[in-house]
């Protein structure tokens, strides 16, 4: 989970803007540790460590949604 809120941070921290928004994407490594975590939530279950990882990540991925959309509303305004 370090990788996925590294590369959240570096991007905040560069500055943005709300097509920069709209247009991250997180990388392929983070999506699959993702995916691999949830995969292992269906099937044989998930460490308290483990579970933590993927309950931060998808904080994280709640808040990029809704970034993502207020920063389509500003475009839409522009």
Do not use: C, W
Not at 26 to 32: E, I, L, M, N
Not at 42 to 68: D, F
């Amino acid at each position: 989970m370090i990788q996925a809120y590294e590369e959240f941070v570096d991007f905040i921290a560069a500055g943005t803007t709300p097509k920069g928004i709209v247009d991250f994407s997180p990388s392929q490594a983070t999506k699959d540790q993702v995916a691999e975590l949830i995969h292992r939530q269906k099937t044989v279950g998930l460490s308290a460590e483990e579970a933590a990882e993927l309950n931060h990540y998808l904080e994280m991925e709640h808040l990029m949604r809704l970034a993502k959309a207020r920063a389509r509303e500003y475009l839409a305004d522009q």
